[in-house]
């Protein structure tokens, strides 16, 4: 907690193809705590990747909530994190 992190995401389609150009945006949401919730914003870093930048102020359980637009239809992906004093972990989701 209160030092910056990284979530790294790869969006693929049905077929496994990079889905590049997608716009995400969302909210590191903490349910427990009002007014300390983080807009976010993810940079597109490679064909298909994105990262999201981080930095939860405390420790807890914070539910990172994320919209993709650029298809047909809007997505929406929500995963809750636990974020400790020291966080060392790795987020691995295959979103399609």
């Not at 590049?20 to 914003?41: E, F, K, V, W």
């Not at 650029?70 to 994190?81: D, I, K, V, W, Y």
Request: charged residues 20%; hydrophobic residues 35%.
């Amino acid at each position: 907690s209160g030092q910056p992190g990284v979530i790294h995401l790869l969006l693929k389609d049905g077929a496994g193809k990079p889905l590049s150009g997608m716009s995400i945006s969302g909210l590191l949401y903490r349910n427990a705590h009002a007014g300390i919730d983080q807009p976010l914003t993810a940079a597109q870093t490679r064909d298909g990747g994105y990262e999201v930048r981080i930095t939860p102020p405390e420790p807890g359980l914070w539910e990172l909530r994320l919209q993709v637009t650029g298809t047909a239809e809007p997505m929406s992906f929500s995963h809750r994190l636990e974020v400790t004093l020291n966080s060392t972990g790795v987020l691995n989701n295959d979103v399609r």
